[in-house]
């Protein structure tokens, strides 16, 4: 019996969700946990998985459509099953554009109201490029579509803002301007940290922390572990600002609309960079695990990141972040908090400086720290106690383990 493919719910208030990508064509043979394509959510780009073996049915579910949460978007096939055409639900939006026909006939001729809605006058476009249009204020009937039967996608209006720019800016135009139209994820990460910018007033604290004795802790437990299983300084950062946001209850904190929400435990979100973007794991109580149990779950996560194999309790939620460049040679910059975590800290390159020391020169080595806060759940004296109580924690890391 064929399986049916559900376009599936990955966040709690999730009830649409658009196809970003499909990573296999209209009869292809596929194995059971195959990535087969890419769903959109406000909050991530996630891989969705074949949930059999067999030769998939895509029918009209094209990437960049929004449909309802639980849509058959494909049917898969197995080998002694006839693939039957198969027609996906139409796109959100559609069933207005088309005539009077029910729905059921919308499904069947989708071309038909296609063509019912060119001959009303209604501008063909996806939905994803019709919001992409109002919030660049493009005005979308003035664009020539690219996609199927001349619908407007999202990459002609970012190639009209883009013409648009250059023309304010009286910039030549020229055959080596590319304009590359965004991915689920790149979109994503630009709408909600520029929401994040918007609506979040941040400020920032900044602190120097001498590592040396982070480096010997680390030296010494390394020597006593195999290869893969070996401690990274963001391992003691993450146990660190974990242990610091239990010192200062008033900054474990996020953001609602009821109030501020006070958090028993430190959840402490990781960036970790993929091509395309970044996500951010958690670690969750953070506090009450070992450098060791860290480093492990860190690794899984990243590798799972990296693979784009991460579900939505994996990241959802936390109350701080850590952004770490110092392996980029980085020495100082400040990070965006990324919502619902009320902070993020910045982690800079290590590097060894002479600083006086009983009046004369000593080398040590020297990490920057920059705190990101949300003013408007933690005050600044708030912020203070927890850089102050971070940093004592980075410097003296015996503390770490009482």
Request: charged share 20%.
């Amino acid at each position: 019996m064929a399986t049916e493919v559900i376009l599936p719910k990955v966040d709690m208030d999730m009830s649409t969700g658009t196809i970003s990508k499909w990573h296999v064509v209209d009869g292809e043979a596929v194995k059971k946990g195959q990535q087969i394509f890419e769903i959109e959510t406000d909050k991530s780009a996630m891989e969705i998985e074949a949930p059999a073996d067999g030769v998939i049915k895509i029918g009209n579910a094209k990437s960049g459509i929004v449909l309802p949460i639980g849509s058959v978007v494909g049917m898969i096939y197995g080998a002694k099953e006839n693939p039957l055409a198969f027609v996906a639900p139409i796109p959100m939006g559609v069933a207005q554009l088309g005539a009077k026909a029910p729905l059921i006939e919308l499904r069947l001729r989708g071309s038909d109201a296609e063509k019912n809605a060119m001959e009303t006058g209604v501008v063909r476009a996806t939905p994803m490029s019709r919001r992409l249009a109002r919030e660049l204020a493009i005005e979308i009937s003035a664009l020539e579509g690219t996609g199927p039967q001349g619908r407007v996608v999202a990459g002609d209006v970012s190639a009209a803002k883009l013409q648009q720019s250059n023309a304010s800016n009286n910039l030549p135009r020229t055959d080596g301007l590319e304009v590359k139209p965004f991915d689920g994820m790149r979109r994503i990460i630009a709408q909600r940290l520029t929401q994040a910018k918007q609506t979040i007033p941040h400020f920032y604290l900044h602190a120097t922390c001498t590592i040396d004795d982070l480096l010997d802790m680390r030296t010494r437990m390394n020597a006593q572990m195999p290869d893969d299983e070996k401690l990274s300084i963001n391992d003691f950062i993450i146990k660190a600002l974990a242990l610091a946001l239990q010192k200062v209850h008033g900054a474990n904190v996020t953001y609602s609309d009821g109030g501020i929400v006070q958090h028993k435990h430190s959840d402490i979100a990781v960036a970790v960079a993929v091509e395309g973007g970044l996500y951010t794991p958690i670690i969750r109580q953070a506090e009450l695990k070992t450098f060791r149990q860290i480093s492990t779950e860190m690794k899984d996560l990243v590798a799972r990141a990296k693979a784009r194999r991460l579900t939505p309790s994996d990241y959802q939620g936390g109350t701080s972040a850590i952004s770490n460049l110092g392996m980029y040679g980085v020495e100082q910059f400040t990070a965006i908090i990324n919502p619902p975590q009320s902070t993020i800290l910045a982690v800079g390159a290590s590097v060894e400086r002479f600083i006086p020391f009983n009046k004369q020169p000593l080398l040590v080595t020297q990490m920057s720290i920059t705190l990101s806060c949300d003013h408007r759940v933690i005050d600044g004296s708030v912020g203070a106690r927890l850089i102050k109580s971070l940093k004592e924690l980075i410097e003296m890391p015996a503390l770490n383990l009482e």
